[in-house]
């Protein structure tokens, strides 16, 4: 069984800062890539950061140098720092972890955690 638990959501202020985390936990998975997502309402799903377990990074242009991926392999977690937010920010973000289990390849979602921005 694969869990995928993000925290960290919430509200801030324009120009301000949060902090998310993503855990996964897992037996006979292994896990490759985790990566953070986001959709607004009446929007698609967009990449907004995603890293591998070498430690490759892949932003999307709305994230890129502002939002700072990391991850602790050992502890099968991913934070994902978010500073300046702004007023194109606010949506639900969800933590993805990609994967295998035996040969198949696999990716497990969390539930998400909002992310608001308003004064």
């Known amino acids: 069984q694969v869990r995928v638990v993000e925290s960290g959501g919430g509200l801030v202020q324009p120009g301000g800062s949060l902090r998310l985390s993503c855990t996964v936990s897992?037996?006979?998975?292994?896990?490759?890539?985790m990566g953070w997502y986001r959709q607004a309402p009446g929007e698609e799903r967009e990449l907004v950061a995603r890293i591998t377990i070498d430690g490759s990074t892949r932003y999307g242009d709305t994230a890129k140098g502002r939002f700072t991926i990391s991850r602790d392999n050992a502890k099968n977690t991913v934070d994902l720092q978010m500073n300046r937010l702004e007023s194109e920010d606010p949506a639900v973000y969800s933590c993805?972890?990609?994967?295998?289990?035996?040969?198949?390849?696999?990716?497990?979602w969390g539930q998400g955690t909002k992310v608001t921005v308003s004064s």
């Open positions: 897992a037996s006979r998975f292994r896990l490759y890539a």
């Open positions: 993805n972890a990609e994967g295998n289990i035996g040969a198949e390849k696999v990716d497990y």
